[in-house]
């Protein structure tokens, strides 16, 4: 996406990426521990865009997760092992710390249930910039993002 906005900065891109982190400012976070090989792409994914947006989905910048944090607070089967990194729509995003899996929760707060998404490259590489960006959302005919990943031919 930055190589396109490079070579054509009149092209509309319906997303947005950050500067990336660098594992010293990730370390003084000191949210996650970044030992942890299962997190890995999600990590060097920081490294090269700490925020981001793609059409409906955002992903928070870890500067600011524990603002995001109250999706999964009152839930605390899930505060010790999960962490909201961004949404879709209305819906948090999560990444759970012990498989490395991000997961959608719908219907949230009341009769929310959780879709799973794969690990995180997967998601990055089949929802966010994949053909399955389409089946979260149900509008793809007016949907920029559709738009865009049609445009440049990631999708069909």
């Not at 979260?136 to 005919?141: A, D, K, M, N, S």
Request: aromatic letters at 18%; one cysteine or more; hydrophobic letters at 45%.
């Amino acid at each position: 996406m930055r190589k396109l906005q490079l070579e054509d900065p009149e092209m509309i891109v319906y997303g947005h990426l950050e500067r990336g982190l660098t594992l010293d400012e990730m370390r003084q976070l000191d949210i996650i521990d970044l030992t942890m090989p299962v997190l890995k792409p999600y990590f060097e994914f920081l490294q090269e865009s700490a925020e981001s947006f793609f059409g409906n989905i955002v992903l928070f910048n870890p500067k600011e997760f524990l603002f995001f944090q109250y999706y999964i607070q009152d839930l605390t089967e899930l505060a010790e092992s999960w962490i909201c990194i961004g949404k879709f729509i209305d819906s948090p995003l999560l990444l759970n710390l012990i498989t490395g899996k991000v997961y959608i929760f719908l219907g949230y707060p009341s009769d929310f249930y959780y879709k799973e998404l794969g690990g995180f490259e997967e998601f990055i590489l089949k929802y966010v910039f994949g053909e399955k960006y389409s089946v979260l959302i149900p509008w793809t005919e007016e949907d920029d993002w559709c738009y865009f990943l049609k445009n440049i031919l990631l999708v069909q």
